[in-house]
């Protein structure tokens, strides 16, 4: 049984570039939640996604961020024209979403993304 | 909104010594408090969880309280190992939330000294 698979691991741009990071939720798991985390720092929460509908976006800066959790397929972090404050790891995590609420999220291994 | 606070930020303690750390919420609704233990360099992962109508909960080493009339929780680690060295993370799920959605405290970095 896979846990959050998360792609790349490791992801190098340079400023002004595009960064995509995917996360493919554990199996029978519909939510999809994204953090970010600095170095030595607590996790930040970004967004809050079921397929096809951003539930809660309380997290996401304002402008270049974005995210999705299409029909099919991972969900899509996307950073455009990156700076170097967008350097950090980037954390997928997936809950069950039905049955009974408050259920634990379980993480991915994160996109360590860098910026030249 | 919901508001976790979490101390101490740093713990150190010798092996085989007790660890307690100590996390406060704001939303009285809140009804279910996880906590996660990450590694350096590693995700974090859930160690234990408690809802709100229970008071205390055992794992082997590792118990939870819960106060909710006080509105704080705290984590219990007995005889602990340098392997126990972390940082650990609570966090509270407000009841108004229909989703899974948690808040995080801070994070306390535990070091076990052999």
């Known amino acids: 049984n896979a846990g959050v698979m998360q792609n790349p691991r490791h992801l190098v741009r340079r400023r002004g570039q595009e960064a995509r990071l995917r996360c493919s939720p554990m199996k029978g798991h519909s939510h999809v939640y994204w953090y970010r985390q600095l170095p030595e720092e607590g996790l930040k929460f970004m967004v809050y996604l079921q397929k096809e509908n951003i539930i809660d976006e309380s997290g996401m800066p304002k402008e270049r961020f ?23 790891a980037y954390f997928c995590a997936s809950s069950p979403g039905v049955g009974r ?9 994160g996109t360590r993304l860098s910026i030249l | 909104g919901e508001n976790v606070e979490q101390h101490p930020s740093t713990l150190s303690v010798q092996e085989g010594d007790s660890a307690v750390i100590k996390c406060t919420y704001s939303d009285s609704a809140s009804n279910y408090f996880p906590w996660y233990k990450q590694e350096l360099g590693k995700r974090p992962q859930l160690i234990i969880d408690i809802r709100s109508n229970v008071g205390e909960k055992k794992d082997q080493r ?20 340098p392997e126990d060295s972390a940082v650990y993370f609570c966090a509270a799920t407000p009841m108004k939330t229909s989703y899974d959605k948690v808040i995080f405290g801070p994070g306390t970095s535990l070091s076990v000294i052999p």
């Open chain 1, 101 to 109: 609420s408050n259920q634990p999220q379980h993480f991915g291994d």
């Open chain 2, 62 to 81: 590792i118990a939870v309280t819960l106060n909710k009339t006080a509105k704080h929780f705290s984590l219990h680690i007995t005889e602990t190992q």
């Open chain 1, 66 to 88: 974005s995210a999705e959790f299409p029909k099919e397929g991972p969900s899509i972090l996307r950073i455009q024209q990156v700076v170097r404050g967008d350097s950090a």
